[in-house]
Nanobody
Framework: QVQLVESGGGSVQAGGSLRLSCAAYGYSYLTYCMGWFRQAPGKVREGVALIYIGGGSTDYAESAKGRFTISHDNAKNTLYLQMNSLKPEDTAMYYC??????????????????WGQGTQVTVSS
């Protein structure tokens, strides 16, 4: 029922920063968690960061810890991913997800209730 629209991607040099946004339309108060996943060409999709809407707790992939920060603005129904110290290996299509049940919440889970269409992040060396 919820539509997710990502924005904020682009091309930056290594060491630069980007802030991705995910606007949720038709947002449900039942949303339990939201996350960011990424997939590079020829590689498997991987979870980057996750936030539990109610409690505010977060989870990060090891590659993202210390560099990325996930947050959610309840008033704007918008998810963010602040990415600092970007590396070429961060290059990927980044997708936003939303889940209605805790069973679907996780960086390693494959079932998510809603997906955005993605925003491209390209980091040059």
């Amino acid at each position: 029922q919820v539509q997710l629209v990502e924005s904020g991607g682009g091309s930056v040099q290594a060491g630069g920063s980007l802030r991705l946004s995910c606007a949720a339309y038709g947002y449900s108060y039942l949303t339990y968690c939201m996350g960011w996943f990424r997939q590079a060409p020829g590689k498997v999709r991987e979870g980057v960061a996750l936030i539990y809407i109610g409690g505010g707790s977060t989870d990060y992939a090891e590659s993202a810890k210390g560099r990325f920060t996930i947050s959610h603005d309840n008033a704007k129904n918008t998810l963010y991913l602040q990415m600092n110290s970007l590396k070429p290996e961060d290059t990927a299509m980044y997708y936003c997800t939303a889940d209605l049940a805790s069973r679907n919440c996780g960086l390693s889970t494959s079932n998510h209730n809603a997906w955005g269409q993605g925003t491209q992040v390209t980091v040059s060396s």
